[in-house]
């Protein structure tokens, strides 16, 4: 059983920055693909981010892409999103996720983290 646990929420003006971690817990870490999602409000959670084992490719969705980066430290068992240029459409609860990267890409994990709140302000 994977455990998953965000970190770095909170809330902030627009046009600021944001870094959220999440560490996993067991031993394969670095062999683990990793993605974060969000859902906003009224709408269905939906994929952010994603990157490989190695960290070696990442992906993004389009309304984050030049905006954010996903890196990971596998000594730390730690994937991490920097946000930076934050719009209040990016408020919403973001998860991190672990499954492979197809199923990370079409919105499905076997492994979910809580949550943890981003609140941009105008």
């Known amino acids: 059983q994977v455990q998953l646990v965000e970190s770095g929420g909170g809330l902030v003006q627009a046009g600021g920055s944001l870094r959220l971690s999440c560490v996993a817990s067991?031993?394969?870490?670095?062999?683990?693909?990793m993605g974060w999602f969000r859902q906003t409000p009224g709408k269905e959670r939906e994929f952010v981010s994603a990157?490989?084992?190695?960290?070696?490719?990442?992906y993004y969705a389009d309304f984050v892409k030049g905006r954010s980066a996903i890196s990971r430290d596998n000594a730390k068992n730690t994937v991490y999103l920097q946000m930076n240029s934050l719009k209040p459409e990016d408020t919403g609860v973001y998860y991190c996720?672990?499954?492979?990267?197809?199923?990370?890409?079409?919105?499905?994990?076997?492994?979910w983290g809580q949550g943890t709140q981003v609140t941009v302000s105008s």
């Open positions: 996720a672990q499954d492979t990267l197809n199923k990370l890409r079409q919105g499905r994990a076997d492994y």
């Open positions: 067991g031993r394969t870490f670095s062999s683990r693909d």
């Open positions: 990157i490989t084992g190695s960290g070696g490719i990442c």
